[in-house]
């Protein structure tokens, strides 16, 4: 029995790094590539002489980057929305996003109701925690359209892109061409809608410009015809415009989809291209990437806490370790929550899913964000 009880934990904690038929390694990897460097943003943000650096909120393109991640693989997990009903698609995306959310949403908001003073000015209230749960855009109390989970906006989005993509599987009847021309239709109308309508609130939210990276996703699964034979030109390609953009200084979000959108467009692109080695590092950043963007914004408000008060902070060596200490702690808990947490919940629905409905699983889902 005591010997069997660390061979549970290995288990649990390092399960074999298995790709799934059909998975592309290069979107894999690219997923924990723009999970981590959300999280370096986050962490480097905490410290002052960083915190109005224009190139590091280039560390945001981690979210654009995902949007066009999603809008691929949504397209070719589903065989361009022929493989699975309207219902069933809707079903496995909930259980892929939902639960990880809400557990990570339920101690932020009791947090937030016992130490407002921990989140620097940011409040709640009954509708705008309520929202936060049902991934609504509400503003808060002091007039910001985040939710409990800050980074609870960019799920915001994924889910009414989700949502739109159920209407066109409904609304095409399964046909590829028809539902991909109504998704690509609703997200160019609704940004039409955006510049045209004196809009507010949730419907301004749900009509920004941003909503088109989903957009140049599908695109690119549209185009995409299997991995290219000649390969060096296209990691160079891709190396060369991951580099640019980080290093061109931040340009706004009215023009996020030009400065990081389209960029991410082509990393993406130029990702599905690519046959790279196996690593078994990066796949793993891939498996948990989406626990490790959904627990570093709470996690790393706690090491700087937690560091500014005990821990000396005056030279940049200070900061090094302090740098290099939060995200070793960041990926190691993100690693812990998906094992423990996020990997169970969603093999559980997935087995709910396969006896609630016939069809099977789509060769690249566990690549969906």
């Known amino acids: 029995m005591q010997q069997a009880l660390p061979a549970r934990i290995r288990q649990l904690l390092l399960p074999p790094v298995d790709a799934p038929p059909g998975e592309l390694a290069a979107i894999q990897y690219l997923r924990g ?13 905490r410290w002052a002489i960083f915190a109005w650096d224009m190139h590091l909120f280039t560390l945001r393109s981690g979210v654009d980057i995902f949007f066009v991640i999603s809008g691929f693989v949504m397209v070719y997990s589903t065989d361009r929305g022929a493989r699975l009903g309207a219902k069933e698609f809707l079903a496995r995306r909930i259980v892929r996003v939902v639960p990880a959310y809400w557990i990570v949403t339920t101690p932020s908001l009791l947090l937030l109701l016992a130490a407002p003073g921990l989140a620097h000015a940011f409040s709640t209230s009954p509708a705008h925690a309520v929202a936060s749960y049902l991934f609504i855009p509400w503003a808060t109390p002091d007039g910001t359209m985040v939710p409990v989970v800050q980074l609870g906006w960019t799920l915001n989005y994924e889910m009414f892109f989700y949502a739109l993509f159920a209407l066109g599987i409904l609304g095409g009847r399964r046909r590829p061409a028809a539902v991909m021309g109504l998704v690509l239709g609703m997200l160019l109308l609704l940004v039409l809608a955006g510049y045209l309508l004196p809009l507010h609130g949730t419907a301004k939210f749900w009509t920004q410009p941003v909503i088109l990276e989903f957009a140049l996703g599908m695109v690119i699964a549209l185009l995409w015809r299997g991995p290219a034979r000649v390969q060096w030109p296209v990691l160079v390609l891709a190396v060369a415009v991951a580099v640019a953009m980080l290093a061109w200084p931040n340009w706004g979000d009215r023009l996020r989809l030009v400065r990081f959108g389209i960029p991410a467009a082509v990393l993406v692109a ?5 046959r790279l080695p196996r690593s078994p590092f990066w796949h793993r950043m891939g498996d948990i990437s989406y626990s490790l963007y959904l627990i570093n914004t709470l996690l790393l408000a706690a090491w700087g806490t937690l560091w500014g008060r005990w821990l000396p902070h005056e030279t940049y060596v200070h900061f090094a370790i302090y740098a290099l200490a939060g995200l070793a702690l960041t990926i190691g808990v993100a690693w812990f929550f998906w094992a423990l ?24 889902a566990a690549l969906a964000p």
Do not use: D, N
Request: net charge positive.
């Open 33 to 45: 590539y723009a999970a981590l460097i959300v999280v370096v943003q986050h962490l480097l943000l």
């Open 270 to 274: 130029a990702a599905v291209h690519l």
């Open 341 to 364: 947490v996020e990997r169970p919940l969603t093999r559980a629905g997935k087995r709910w899913i396969e006896q609630r409905f016939s069809s099977a699983v789509g060769p690249s």
